[in-house]
Every structure is written in structure tokens, then in C-alpha cells.
């Protein structure tokens, strides 16, 4: 298969990606699956929460698609499609629990460039509302000057660690 066309298809899988997810994460997250999400909106939640089952099956999911792409010579490109995806998975894990829920602390606490992912996100979480989307989230107007007017992070709360000075004056 032309080298183009594999790297053509994992980037328009990448891409296809938010979409999806911002759809996927509005009907199942807050719909039919929200037993399971509204782990992931309880303040202070820390460790493993049911919300984490949602990434075990996309990721098996993913992995039967590229299985499927190895096994049949003529789908050899759901191996593209499913790395495009993978991709994103792991641009999401990193950019959402790792830097914005800090549920891992390896990357510094603030980074410019992701700061409006983040603020997106409390959004989200501030009223469990859109934005529903990860690395391009559509934010509302009103949300947004309704979330302007307050100070409220329910995910700094959530998942912050104590603070020097905090430990400092106990």
C-alpha cells in the first residue's frame, strides 16, 4: 500500500476523531452511559473511577479494527485508521488526565498553549454541559460568559494536590 495513502488515512482518522468523541461523549457519556461517567464529575474523585472503562473498550475496540486490518490483506488499512486513532487516544489521555486532571503529574502545571483546553473543560465540568469535545472544543457563548462570572474549578478542586503553602500552614 502507497506509504501516502497510510499516512493520509491515520491522519484523517486523528482528525475524525474529535468529532466523534464530541458526539460519543454528549449521547453515551451523558446519556445511556452516564452510570458510568458521573464518576468522573464527582469532586475529589482520585485513582481509578468507573469513567475509566469508557477508554478499555475504545482501546479494544481499536484493537479488534487493527486485528481486522492484519488478518485481511484487503483491509490492511483499518492498521492506518486504528494507529490514527490511537494516536488520538493518546493525545487525549495525555492532554485530559495528565495535564488537565493531573491524575498523573508529569507535565508542568501550566502550559500556554493548553490552557484554553483547560478552560474548556471546566466549563464542561462546571455545569456538565458542553463543550463535549477534547482537543477543539465548541464552547458556547452563553456558557462561556456564564462561566466567566465565576471563579468556581471543580476540577482544580477535584484533582489538586496540596499546595506548598497549604502544607506549610498545617
Known sequence: MNVLVVVLAAVAAFLVMEPVTALTHRVVFHGFGHFLH????????????????FPVIFAGSTIAIMAIGALQP????????????????????????????RRLSVLPERVAFLEP????HRIHHLYNAAPYGMLAPVIPA???????????????VASAAPTAAAQTAS
Open 38 to 53: 458521573r464518576s468522573h464529575h464527582r469532586p475529589g474523585s482520585t485513582g481509578w473511577e468507573a469513567n475509566d472503562f
Open 74 to 101: 484487503q483491509l490492511s488499512i483499518l492498521i492506518a485508521i486504528g494507529a490514527g486513532i490511537t494516536a488520538y487516544g493518546m493525545s487525549y489521555l495525555v492532554i485530559h488526565d495528565f495535564y488537565i486532571h
Open 117 to 120: 483546553l483547560r478552560e474548556a
Open 142 to 156: 452563553a456558557l462561556r460568559e456564564r462561566a466567566a462570572s465565576t471563579t468556581r474549578d471543580p476540577i482544580r
